[in-house]
């Protein structure tokens, strides 16, 4: 699916993770911010990847700021960002979860 | 804690809101900073006392302050830039910037933001996206020949011979020129317009390329001073600051060893901002400053002066000093920007 605008989701509050989501061409690209990159980077970058797509998105950048979010934060924060990104937020993709 | 949008323009929160920035050392309130803000959080405690604030204007953070009883941890401090964040998304910035003091950077960057270049007395940062690294691939030339890469930064309102005269010493001793058109809706051209102007005036120079400025060569969000009449302390830092980030990110991006500017004998603004770059370019990048090219009557040419002479209609007095494509578009156009002129009497045009 075309990614039609930027969109973002979720905040910089501990256990929480910010996503931006924006067109991209080759590929899902992730640029991950974390203190846990080291121990996490990869299993959240599984999961945001995962999640994409699920919706659909083969190709976009995505910026992820994380404050410690547990899996299942960082899944509904990916989605919220894809489907506002996708301009799809009126058709919940219940599937994905 | 309850979180309030407020106009600080409206008196019945300007007292409180600046007493509480002023306790916390953040000072400059002029009109035109003022002017601005599109939007100020304000966040309460129960008594109704000020516990944090901050502001968006368009996609820069301003006027952030936390009460030193909150900081602990960071939790209100990460409260806040999320909410001015997503503020700032719904308005459709996805890319932001923020001025700081240099002991605020780390706590910025454990933000997400990236530091994009700092002076003793500040510091620029960016977070979202694009970034700088997406608009230096997106302007990147790739040129196979050796030799020297030369940098010009230009407003060009409009494009004359005496830019013409300094993109020539540039292209003559350069392998490749990038030139950068300032990118601004400030200004009386129109930023396609100014880049069309210039690019049909150096079109017959191969080895120059015409690039926009984008956000991070003198642009209204990282460098306002240029544009409005500012504090000159202000405008100081935010040069210092502008040729720090064209030092430390653009400069070693593009391989660029050299930067023209035109000597200015008229304005206090640009003389400052050349006396900057001759303190913080070299030895990293040399500056060249070009003494600037005369008209036919002695004076040196300046866009200024155009200026003027497309309000007083007397485009045949300056027509020597345009190159032919500047001249034609002028003359096309000079009722509309005749109009631009009167219905905008700002500061800058």
């Given at each position: 699916?075309?990614?039609?605008?930027?969109?973002?989701?979720?905040?910089?509050?501990?256990?929480?993770?910010?996503?931006?989501?924006?067109?991209?061409?080759?590929?899902?690209?992730?640029?991950?911010?974390?203190?846990?990159?080291?121990?996490?980077?990869?299993?959240?970058?599984?999961?945001?990847?995962?999640?994409?797509?699920?919706?659909?998105?083969?190709?976009?950048?995505?910026?992820?700021?994380?404050?410690?979010?547990?899996?299942?934060?960082?899944?509904?924060?990916?989605?919220?960002?894809?489907?506002?990104?996708?301009?799809?937020?009126?058709?919940?993709?219940?599937?994905?979860? | 804690?309850?979180?309030?949008?407020?106009?600080?323009?409206?008196?019945?929160?300007?007292?409180?809101?600046?007493?509480?920035?002023?306790?916390?050392?953040?000072?400059?309130?002029?009109?035109?900073?003022?002017?601005?803000?599109?939007?100020?959080?304000?966040?309460?405690?129960?008594?109704?006392?000020?516990?944090?604030?901050?502001?968006l204007a368009g996609h820069v953070l301003k006027y952030l302050a936390i009460d030193e009883?909150?900081?602990?941890?960071?939790?209100?401090?990460?409260?806040?830039?999320?909410?001015?964040?997503?503020?700032?998304?719904?308005?459709?910035?996805?890319?932001?910037?923020?001025?700081?003091?240099?002991?605020?950077?780390?706590?910025?960057?454990?933000?997400?933001?990236?530091?994009?270049?700092?002076?003793?007395?500040?510091?620029?940062?960016?977070?979202?996206?694009?970034?700088?690294?997406?608009?230096?691939?997106?302007?990147?030339?790739?040129?196979?020949?050796?030799?020297?890469?030369?940098?010009?930064?230009?407003?060009?309102?409009?494009?004359?011979?005496?830019?013409?005269?300094?993109?020539?010493?540039?292209?003559?001793?350069?392998?490749?020129?990038?030139?950068?058109?300032?990118?601004?809706?400030?200004?009386?051209?129109k930023t396609t317009e100014r880049k069309e102007l210039v690019e049909a005036g150096v079109?017959?120079?191969?080895?120059?390329?015409?690039?926009?400025?984008?956000?991070?060569?003198?642009?209204?969000?990282?460098?306002?001073?240029?544009?409005?009449?500012?504090?000159?302390?202000?405008?100081?830092?935010?040069?210092?600051?502008?040729?720090?980030?064209?030092?430390?990110?653009?400069?070693?991006?593009?391989?660029?060893?050299?930067?023209?500017?035109?000597?200015?004998?008229?304005?206090?603004?640009?003389?400052?901002?050349?006396?900057?770059?001759?303190?913080?370019?070299?030895?990293?990048?040399?500056?060249?400053?070009?003494?600037?090219?005369?008209?036919?009557?002695?004076?040196?040419i300046s866009a200024t002066r155009i200026r003027q002479a497309i309000k007083e209609g007397?485009?045949?007095?300056?027509?020597?000093?345009?190159?032919?494509?500047?001249?034609?578009?002028?003359?096309?156009?000079?009722?509309?920007?005749?109009?631009?002129?009167?219905?905008?009497?700002?500061?800058?045009?």
């Amino acid at each position: 699916m075309e990614i039609k605008t930027t969109a973002m989701a979720g905040t910089l509050e501990s256990s929480d993770i910010q996503i931006t989501i924006s067109a991209g061409q080759d590929g899902i690209n992730i640029d991950l911010d974390s203190s846990v990159a080291s121990l996490y980077g990869d299993q959240i970058k599984k999961v945001i990847t995962d999640t994409l797509v699920a919706t659909g998105i083969t190709n976009a950048n995505v910026k992820a700021i994380d404050k410690g979010a547990l899996d299942c934060v960082v899944k509904a924060r990916a989605l919220a960002a894809a489907q506002r990104a996708l301009e799809t937020s009126d058709q919940p993709a219940w599937e994905v979860f | 804690m309850e979180v309030k949008e407020v106009d600080v323009k409206n008196r019945r929160y300007r007292h409180l809101w600046q007493q509480f920035l002023e306790s916390n050392g953040i000072t400059g309130f002029s009109a035109a900073d003022l002017e601005a803000i599109d939007t100020t959080s304000l966040w309460l405690d129960e008594e109704g006392e000020v516990i944090a604030t901050g502001s968006l204007a368009g996609h820069v953070l301003k006027y952030l302050a936390i009460d030193e009883n909150h900081r602990q941890a960071g939790t209100t401090f990460n409260i806040v830039v999320s909410h001015l964040t997503e503020l700032a998304a719904q308005r459709g910035h996805y890319h932001l910037f923020v001025f700081t003091k240099p002991e605020y950077e780390a706590s910025f960057q454990h933000v997400g933001f990236q530091l994009l270049a700092h002076t003793p007395q500040a510091s620029l940062l960016e977070t979202g996206m694009p970034t700088i690294k997406d608009y230096l691939n997106q302007i990147k030339h790739s040129s196979t020949e050796t030799g020297t890469i030369s940098a010009i930064v230009m407003n060009a309102n409009p494009f004359t011979k005496g830019h013409r005269y300094l993109v020539e010493q540039a292209s003559r001793n350069s392998a490749l020129v990038y030139l950068f058109v300032v990118s601004n809706d400030v200004s009386l051209f129109k930023t396609t317009e100014r880049k069309e102007l210039v690019e049909a005036g150096v079109k017959d120079l191969s080895n120059v390329v015409v690039v926009d400025g984008g956000d991070y060569q003198i642009s209204p969000a990282t460098f306002p001073a240029y544009f409005l009449k500012s504090d000159q302390e202000i405008g100081d830092y935010q040069a210092h600051l502008d040729a720090q980030l064209f030092k430390q990110q653009i400069a070693p991006a593009l391989g660029i060893t050299d930067r023209y500017v035109g000597s200015e004998p008229h304005s206090k603004t640009t003389e400052n901002y050349n006396q900057a770059l001759a303190e913080v370019l070299p030895p990293t990048v040399t500056l060249h400053v070009i003494p600037r090219c005369q008209s036919n009557n002695g004076d040196v040419i300046s866009a200024t002066r155009i200026r003027q002479a497309i309000k007083e209609g007397r485009l045949e007095d300056v027509k020597c000093d345009l190159p032919t494509s500047t001249f034609a578009f002028l003359k096309a156009n000079l009722p509309i920007l005749q109009a631009r002129l009167t219905t905008h009497q700002q500061k800058g045009f």
